[in-house]
């Protein structure tokens, strides 16, 4: 087989071309897909007992009726009937094409097979429906076309039905719970599963229900300039008496049809008729008959009500005729009834035509509307049609005639997102909206189902499946070219480089880009670089290749971003991918372990290097992915425990901490590594439970670690040694001494800087410990210009340093610390890191330092969610105690009592002291602010007594000032004005502009106070 990239002679049957790695075509394999479909087994009861007592003529007859009657819906609705076993009739909806409203196909279809085995007498159809995953081959005649294990639970459900009963799985039942009524059937016991199945008993469909769930009851959210686009047509159109044509174009769920339904509230004098384009069945000019039907409302009857709307009209009876329900005309005289009524109709009074999705309306059927908006004297006619952005590409020329306007739906922003939330899922907990705001990206109907979803309790954050099915429907349509080049940018990312596509399908792809952009699936965001239109789009692409073709593709971009300077994360990243999607498959052999290994090995230094940079999170999730692939016993293996631990101090759980660092040391004492085994017994003792029976007391850890890193000094391992420094200073740090941290921090800094090493840890934990050390702001503000000067060519400690800086200028009480936050955002940015972890919590610190509650209170819930999930304790108990202070100060009491009492409860070794010092505060502010002055005293004393251990100046001034005013509170102003007083000299020798103004307010007004 010759290779369609390099034109190398390849043996049959490989897969990859021996010269340039392209996938060679292999028919079967790349027509393979995977796929969410609906598939029904309806089986015939009572057949044997009829045989029984039936002639085999009669008997042949029956059930040539019974299959003739039940394939017509089953075809109607568009599904495939797949075989016959038996007597048993199985369909798919999905195949060939997935439609995006399958499962509702499916048991509209089901119903009517059952309704119409009823009409045939004696016998009885049961049935079964259930949605699933499959791998479906193209249409082969005579071959299975679907795999998964849906069919099997289709056909359980189907023996188990009732004769004349539909039984619907969970999973179809989810699907169409908007448009069916049922009820719970009981539980249906199936071989091989460990628990019974749900199973629903379908009674109906509501006939006028779409897809899937949509909901028009909710308010409006924005769209205030579309609307005036919306209202402003209506108006010209009756002033002018003219038609006018309003389309308005976007991505599914957008918000369309929800833009349109507001016609109706626009004047209450206006006729407004519906028309809904569907992607099959039917006649193409279906569309009209409901927008004419649309005059005669309820049981009315349509011929009277439209003689009635044609009064002396000499074609009304034609008209009627033409437009009846159920009658049998041809197209010419649907369009000559439709637009002769809509134009008398428009004649008379004001009519608003909205006409839905005309990216499914057939061209006859858009001729009929654009001759309609053609003739145009005398009539106040508003078309407005909805169509998604494909629809443009079809018809170029579409409203392009006089009085129109096309309105291009954009995103809603993550306000508008967060309104839209608090109506459809109220109970929506915070955190878990700012998620669907993030993953939803500005669509209404994915927030919607997202938002739902998390309502009903599900954990986690995946695809749900009716947008899934939305998705895929789109990607299915594609043709086939445009589809290869979708799948194949699914496996590189959301945003991905053209060449890569273009080396892994081995052709280029100019073409089907540009058409795909057309339909905005994808979007430019550089030069030779695309992203697709929505992250749900490319998960959903992703997920429609099977996994055995991704293994191979991912290992193709692996070796093609390998060629380009693709980094370490990413050529891991993939072949991490093809190692375990490989096992998964049980395809594990020496090619899997060669490539796991190599994967492992690259995200260990992507990880080493991501920890360099400061970037804990990320640079934990390389190092854990990396130790799931790295081989057992090896020094890699080793190295990544090692660096676990010591890039995740705050985020990796505690008993893993102590797991890892144990096995990490033996391990490396086995490869011969001592500055490894160092290290990692250096980071054991910075992991040490303070109690317990074997706890080292304080003065143990310190003396223990300075021991190794005596002897670490003389390995020659700068890494382990700087590493081993910070370790040294975050176990001083935590223990309250800010100074010491800043001299450890210095130290490793300089040992880092000496082997050319990116310190930005040794940075990070500088500037933490300056900021509350007793250093000046002054002092501490030279020194980090020092800094600068040294370091500051490397982007990501330039990014530290300004953010250091932006602390400081707040506390100094100077108007430029959001700039130079901001200076750092643009690094961060550079860098490729828009969010960075130490960037967010920078903010909210800086938020809490300037006394912008709100802001803090609103920034939390993300990061919190974040640390919880990553089981990151000890962080996650210091930002609850920085939020419990927020929500003290603005009043929120209850709250502040909450956060702070789970802050204490989830403190662990490693932040107890400025948990619980800044907790207690927040204890003592909340109890000062609901009058209870012996309770805050209490607590102010609590945070005293942990402050005070340490020399964490802000926190002790902050301290300081709560017990002042909780003595003022309970009328001993001498004891207050010592502490005031108290706090006013630490901050004042902090340099602490607002610290220092808050103690000087509360001195004068204990002065001026009586007694
Ligand atoms: N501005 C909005 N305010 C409140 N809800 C909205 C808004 N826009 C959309 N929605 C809601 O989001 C969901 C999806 O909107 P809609 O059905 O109008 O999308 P669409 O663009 O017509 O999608 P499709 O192309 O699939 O028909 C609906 O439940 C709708 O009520
Ligand atoms: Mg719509």
């Not at 439209?306 to 002396?312: N, T």
């Not at 009539?379 to 579409?398: H, I, K, N, S």
């Not at 693709?566 to 093809?578: E, I, T, W």
């Not at 500088?766 to 050390?773: M, P, R």
Request: include cysteine; charged fraction near 25%; glycine fraction near 10%.
């Amino acid at each position: 087989m010759d290779c369609p990239r390099c034109g190398r002679e390849n043996p049959a049957g490989a897969r990859f071309c021996n010269a340039c790695g392209t996938v060679l075509a292999d028919p079967g394999a790349a027509r393979e897909v995977r796929k969410t479909v609906t598939v029904l087994f309806c089986d015939v009861v009572g057949s044997t007992e009829l045989a029984s007592r039936s002639d085999p003529e009669v008997m042949r007859g029956v059930m040539a009726r019974f299959y003739a009657a039940i394939r017509e819906p089953v075809e109607r609705h568009g599904g495939t009937v797949e075989k016959v076993i038996g007597d048993a009739l199985v369909a798919v909806f999905g195949i060939p094409v997935v439609h995006e409203d399958d499962a509702l196909r499916a048991v509209r279809a089901a119903l009517e097979m059952r309704d119409a085995v009823r009409g045939l007498g004696e016998i009885q159809a049961r049935i079964g429906v259930n949605t699933g995953d499959v791998l479906a081959r193209d249409a082969t005649p005579g071959e299975s076309l679907v795999v998964g294990d849906a069919v099997n639970v289709a056909a359980r459900l189907e023996q188990a039905a009732a004769p004349g009963e539909v039984l619907v799985g969970e999973a179809t039942w989810a699907l169409v719970a908007h448009a069916a009524h049922g009820e719970l059937a009981p539980p249906v016991a199936a071989k091989g599963k460990a628990r019974p199945l749900v199973a629903w008993r379908l009674e109906g469909v509501d006939a006028a229900a779409r897809g899937h769930r949509r909901r028009l009851d909710l308010p409006m959210v924005g769209r205030d300039a579309e609307l005036d686009m919306l209202r402003w047509s209506l108006e010209r159109t009756i002033r002018l008496e003219r038609p006018h044509l309003v389309t308005v174009l976007g991505q599914p769920g957008i918000g369309k049809s929800r833009l349109a339904s507001e016609v109706r509230r626009l004047r209450a004098d206006v006729t407004v008729l519906h028309g809904h384009c569907r992607a099959t069945t039917g006649s193409s000019l279906e569309p009209l008959l409901e927008v004419a039907g649309g005059i005669a409302p309820g049981d009315r009857d349509l011929g009277e009500a439209i003689v009635e709307a044609m009064p002396g009209d000499g074609d009304a009876a034609a008209v009627a005729a033409g437009l009846a329900p159920g009658g049998a005309r041809g197209a010419p005289d649907i369009a000559w009834a439709a637009s002769r009524l809509i134009g008398t109709l428009a004649g008379a009074g004001t009519v608003a035509v909205v006409l839905e999705d005309v990216h499914w309306a057939d061209d006859l059927l858009l001729d009929v509307v654009e001759q309609l908006l053609g003739r145009s004297r005398g009539r106040a006619l508003l078309v407005v049609c909805t169509g998604r952005p494909e629809f443009a590409e079809r018809r170029p020329t579409w409203g392009s005639g006089a009085n129109a306007v096309s309105i291009l739906l954009e995103r809603l922003d993550a306000d508008q997102t967060r309104t839209l939330i608090s109506h459809a899922s109220p109970s929506l907990p915070p955190d878990r909206a700012e998620y669907v705001i993030d993953a939803a990206e500005g669509n209404p109907l994915f927030a919607e189902h997202l938002a739902a979803l998390f309502a009903e309790g599900e954990a986690s954050g995946g695809l749900p499946r009716s947008i899934q099915v939305l998705l895929t429907a789109r990607i299915e349509a594609l043709p086939e070219a445009e589809r290869e080049v979708v799948g194949a940018a699914a496996i590189v990312g959301r945003e991905f480089p053209v060449q890569a596509v273009e080396a892994v399908l081995g052709r280029p792809v100019d073409a089907e880009l540009d058409r795909l952009e057309g339909r905005e699936l994808i979007e430019p965001t550089a030069p030779a670089r695309r992203q697709f239109g929505h992250a749900l789009l490319q998960e959903a692409a992703y997920s429609l290749i099977p996994k055995r073709h991704r293994a191979e593709l991912h290992e193709l971009v692996a070796r093609w971003a390998d060629r380009n300077g693709g980094g370490d994360a990413l050529v891991g990243d993939h072949l991490g991918r093809a190692a375990s999607l490989r096992l998964e498959l049980g395809l594990a052999g020496d090619h899997a372990a060669r490539i796991g290994a190599e994967a492992g090995r690259r995200l260990l230094a992507a990880g080493r290097r991501a920890d360099a940079l400061g970037d804990p999170l990320r640079a934990t999730r390389l190092l854990r992915r990396a130790l799931e692939l790295l081989p057992e016993g090896g020094p890699d293996q080793a190295a990544a425990m090692v660096e676990l631990v010591a890039a995740g101090w705050n985020v990796v759980p505690f008993d893993e901490r102590l797991d890892l660092l144990e096995r990490g040391a033996e391990t490396a004492a086995a490869n011969g590594l001592r500055g490894l085994e160092l290290r990692a017994r250096v980071l054991r003792l910075g992991t040490l439970p303070e109690t317990g029976p074997s706890a080292l007391t304080e003065e143990e850890i310190l003396a223990q670690t300075k021991a190794a890193l005596a002897e670490l000094e003389q390995v020659d391992d700068p890494r382990a040694f700087a590493t081993s420094l910070c370790t040294l200073g975050d176990i001083e740090l935590s223990l309250g001494r800010a100074a010491a941290a800043t001299t450890a921090a210095r130290r490793a800094i300089r040992v880092a800087q000496a082997a050319d090493e990116d310190a930005v840890w040794a940075v990070k934990l500088f500037l933490y410990a300056v900021i509350e050390s007793p250093t000046g702001v002054a002092e501490a503000e030279q020194f980090l210009r020092g800094l600068l000067r040294e370091l500051g060519m490397r982007p990501a400690v330039r990014s530290q340093l300004a953010q250091g800086q932006a602390v400081l200028a707040i506390l100094r009480g100077g108007d430029d610390g959001w700039r130079l936050l901001e200076t750092a955002r643009e690094i961060e940015r550079d860098l490729g890191r828009s969010t960075s972890w130490s960037l967010r919590t920078t903010a909210v610190r800086m938020h809490l330092l300037a006394g912008e509650h709100d802001a803090v209170i609103r920034a939390m819930p993300p990061i919190l969610a974040e640390l919880d999930r990553d089981g990151a304790d000890a962080n996650a108990a210091v930002m609850r105690s920085w939020l419990a202070v927020a929500q003290a100060r603005a009043g929120d009491l209850a709250a502040a009592r909450e956060t702070a009492a789970a802050a204490l409860a989830g403190t662990t070794y490693g932040g107890s002291y400025e948990t619980g010092g800044r907790a207690n505060l927040a204890l003592a502010e909340a109890h000062l602010a609901d009058g209870d002055a012996r309770a805050a005293a209490r607590a102010a004393r609590d945070a005293a007594a942990v402050a005070e251990t340490g020399d964490w100046v802000l926190m002790r001034a902050e301290v300081r000032l709560a017990r002042a005013r909780a003595l003022q509170a309970s009328g001993d102003t001498a004891g207050a004005a010592a502490q005031a007083r108290g706090a006013l000299e630490l901050s004042r020798a902090k340099g602490h502009a607002a610290g220092t103004a808050a103690a000087e307010a509360l001195l004068r007004s204990l002065a001026g106070a009586p007694g």
